[in-house]
């Protein structure tokens, strides 16, 4: 009994009413075959939308229950934040309720993800949503649109008839165009990129306060903690393993 008190009480720190509960847990459990909209507390009781059988629940409940990617620091009140690996925009869209004063640049691989991360941010003037890939050059890159849509990573495209590709961005060009001279923040969850891009970034780096890497190792064989700490301690970093997420690296300037 307690236990499932516990449960339902977790389920009313993160949506708004009995009814979003009901509608995630049909969506996540169930099914259906029509989007579903919830409203969350942590977007300011905005609703969010998720797609019938994807990744989209598992996404939503571990962006605004676990909150694995929030900074490891207070930030000013007009921060930058990159969202690097926006998925369909939950991450950005807590970024943007959390610091209304912030400007988050969402940036994501997938057409479809970014088309839903548009629905999920048109009510957060202070995002602005890239669809690209985060890479070490510009360009364009091949990616596998039959993965989950969690976990869309780079590939060499040689191996897989159904690639498609995306355009590159390198993070001095997407600085660039958005007009960043510096970044408090970066959430970087890139399946695998985060080394190319780690390694080809002293320039940009210098210009970041923070940030908190997923790594994927099983993408990327250079994409440990060891590789990405050396780096970024190069860069003036403080590197530590997150106490909550499994493998994440937390790097903040001192």
Request: hydrophobic share 45%; with cysteine.
């Amino acid at each position: 009994m307690m236990r499932r008190l516990r449960g339902f009480v977790d389920y009313l720190r993160v949506f708004s009413s009995v009814g979003d509960i009901r509608r995630f847990r049909r969506i996540a459990y169930g099914g259906g075959t029509d989007p579903v909209d919830v409203c969350v507390r942590q977007a300011g009781k905005r609703p969010m939308r998720i797609r019938p059988h994807t990744s989209d629940a598992a996404v939503l409940w571990d962006t605004f229950h676990e909150q694995f990617h929030l900074p490891p620091m207070k930030l000013r009140n007009k921060a930058v934040i990159l969202d690097l690996g926006a998925n369909v925009g939950y991450t950005s869209a807590h970024f943007a309720h959390l610091y209304p004063g912030a400007t988050v640049v969402a940036v994501e691989l997938d057409r479809n993800n970014c088309a839903a991360a548009a629905v999920n941010l048109r009510s957060f003037p202070n995002c602005r949503l890239v669809n690209a890939a985060a890479w070490c050059e510009d360009g364009l890159v091949s990616y596998n649109p039959a993965d989950e849509a969690w976990a869309f990573h780079i590939t060499d495209g040689g191996c897989v008839s159904t690639t498609v590709t995306a355009t590159a961005k390198t993070i001095a060009t997407l600085m660039r165009e958005n007009g960043l001279t510096t970044i408090d923040y970066v959430k970087m969850d890139i399946e695998g990129a985060e080394w190319p891009v780690l390694s080809a970034g002293a320039e940009w780096l210098t210009k970041v306060a923070a940030l908190k890497i997923e790594l994927h190792s099983k993408f990327n064989a250079n994409a440990t903690f060891e590789n990405c700490a050396h780096l970024l301690s190069a860069q003036g970093f403080q590197c530590t393993k997150d106490d909550r997420h499994w493998d994440t690296l937390v790097a903040v300037r001192y």
